[in-house]
Each structure stands twice: as C-alpha cells, then as structure tokens.
C-alpha cells in the first residue's frame, strides 16, 4: 500500500529562517512525488514535482529513494510562505491513484 | 480557460438530504477525482475516473456515488446527508505528468 507521512502538523520560523518541511513516503516501485500549497483563500496548487527538479518560490525537493523521503526545504522563508503545504504520491500501478499526507501548516513569522 | 469549476461554494444540508455538487473542467484531461478534505486528516480520495464512462473507488466512498458520462463532467453525489459528511469537497483533474489541478472546493455543512 502506498502511503505519506507528514510528521509535523504544524511548523513555525522566523522570516529569513531556513524552513525544512518532512514528508517520506512507502510505495513498491518507483513513484511520482509533488509538493501542493494552499494559501489562505485560494485552491490548492502545485509547487513542485520531483521529476523536474526545479526550484520554485526559492523551494527545493530532493527525492531520497533510500530514506524514502522527499523533504521541501527553503533557505529563507518569508512571511507569504504562509500556507497548508500537502505532500503526494502518484503510483505508476493501481492505475495512478494519488495518496496524500495530512499536511503542514507553515508560518513565518516578522 | 477556467480550468476546474465547482458549485455550489457553500451548502448547507439538513441529516438525510441528498444534492449532488458539481465539477467541470475545459483541460480535457481523461483523470478526474474527488477528494475530502478534513482538518489534520490530508486529503482522502472518494472517488476517481480514468475517463467517460469508467468511474472507481477511493479510500472513503461509503456514502458518496459518481458518474462519468462527459470528459467534462464529474459530479459527486451524496445519497442521504450525515453530519460525519461534514467537509470541504475538492474535485482535480489529471495532466500528463502526474500534476493535479484543482478546483476551488464546495464547503460542506449537514446539520
């Protein structure tokens, strides 16, 4: 069974702090991994995937097949970093079913 | 292009109600799914479709019904309202790279 942890409900630093936010995951095989944000009063969106190993809004995520874990870091967090941050999985098999963590509620505090 | 819709924003509903919300999309993407989204519990998928006419279960479909007869369309039925139903409703489509687009959610209340 394919499956997310997000050990931290909720995550609190200072602005210009570096914020790491955890996510591991257990699948057999080889998954696609994702980051989703949601920013108060809007849809939730996607931040970034694993695949394309790109930085966005100054976020990194490298997959560690070994430590089956795909961490989200930032090096300097902002106050409009705010937000639900959703760690997900998408199998290759069980035709692509997504699974996602709880979530953590990040704030940056001034 | 709108992407994903949904209606209503806000419902309330009475124990025992029925209502079906609503999920459109204009990416003419073939995997569209439901989710309920609950404080401290992610993201749990209801159900889930691979394209028109093909629909399937998630984790938590007791209660909820589907239908897929459009690639547009996707709603989401709920049978006879209980307060345990009590959520945001979120529906997403599919692109090719495995990324999700969602809808901007139907808040939820069964008194």
């Known amino acids: 069974a394919q499956r997310v942890t997000q050990p931290e409900k909720l995550l609190s630093v200072f602005k210009g702090a570096p914020v790491e936010l955890k996510c591991n995951y257990s699948?057999?095989?080889?998954?696609?991994l994702f980051w989703y944000v949601q920013y108060s009063r809007q849809r939730l969106q996607l931040l970034l995937r694993?695949?394309s190993r790109e930085s966005i809004k100054g976020f990194t995520a490298d997959l560690n097949k070994g430590e089956t874990s795909f961490h989200l870091k930032k090096p300097f967090a902002q106050e409009e970093d705010s937000a639900m941050y959703y760690c997900?999985?998408?199998?290759?098999?069980?035709?692509?079913?997504?699974?996602f963590g709880d979530g953590t509620t990040l704030t940056v505090k001034p | 292009n709108a992407g994903v819709t949904q209606t209503p924003k806000f419902q309330v509903l009475k124990t025992g109600q029925s209502m079906t919300l609503q999920c459109a999309q204009d990416?003419?993407?073939?995997?569209m799914s439901w989710y309920r989204q609950d404080p401290g519990m992610g993201l749990r998928l209801i159900h889930y479709?691979?394209?028109?006419?093909?629909?399937d279960q998630g984790e938590v479909p007791n209660g909820y019904n589907v239908s897929r007869s459009t690639t547009e369309d996707f709603p989401l039925r709920l049978l006879s309202a209980a307060p345990s139903q009590t959520s945001v409703y979120l529906c997403?489509?599919?692109?090719?790279?495995?990324?999700?687009?969602f809808g901007p959610g139907t808040r939820l209340t069964v008194l």
């Open positions: 997403a489509t599919r692109g090719r790279a495995g990324e999700q687009f």
């Open positions: 699948y057999s095989g080889s998954p696609e």
């Open positions: 694993h695949i």
């Open positions: 997900a999985l998408s199998g290759r098999t069980n035709a692509g079913k997504s699974t």
């Open positions: 990416m003419n993407h073939e995997y």
């Open positions: 479709s691979v394209g028109a006419g093909i629909t």
